[in-house]
C-alpha cells in the first residue's frame, strides 16, 4: 500500500508565498516522476510542474519563474516552492508519482488527497 500526503496549503494574500509538501509512504522500490497537478473550481485538473528522478523539471508556462519544484530522493517527498502567487493560483493542488512497489514489476500512478491553496486579500 502506498500513500501520498500533501501538506502546506492555506489562505495567503496576492504576492505572498506557500511551499506545499507530499510525502509517499509504504511499500515503495522506487519513485520515477513526481508531479504537482491544481484544479480549481468548474475547470479540469492541469499539470502544474513535474520532476523526474534525476531532477529534470517542466512547468506551466502560467507559474515559470514563480514556482520551483524539488525533490528528496532520501525521504521519498516532493516540494512546490510557491511565490508571488496570484489569485488565478487558487486552487486544490495534487501530488502525483509513478512508483514502483517492492511487490510490483512496473511503475503505477498514486495521488494525493489533495492540499486547498486560496490566495485572496
Known amino acids: 500500500q502506498v500513500q501520498l500526503v500533501e501538506s502546506g496549503g492555506g489562505l495567503v494574500q496576492p504576492g505572498g508565498s506557500l511551499r506545499l509538501s507530499c510525502a509517499a509512504s509504504?511499500?515503495?522500490?522506487?519513485?520515477?516522476?513526481m508531479r504537482w497537478y491544481r484544479q480549481a473550481p468548474g475547470k479540469q485538473r492541469e499539470l502544474v510542474a513535474a520532476i523526474t528522478s534525476g531532477g529534470n523539471t517542466v512547468y506551466k508556462d502560467s507559474v515559470k519563474c514563480r514556482f520551483t519544484i524539488s525533490r528528496d530522493n532520501a525521504k521519498n517527498t516532493v516540494y512546490l516552492q510557491m511565490n508571488s502567487l496570484k489569485h488565478e493560483d487558487t486552487a486544490v493542488y495534487y501530488c502525483?508519482?509513478?512508483?514502483?512497489?517492492?511487490?510490483?514489476?512496473?511503475?503505477?500512478?498514486?495521488w494525493g488527497q489533495g492540499t486547498q491553496v486560496t490566495v485572496s486579500s
Open positions: 502525483n508519482a509513478d512508483i514502483r512497489t517492492v511487490r510490483s514489476s512496473g511503475y503505477y500512478e498514486y
Open positions: 509504504g511499500s515503495i522500490f522506487i519513485i520515477n516522476a
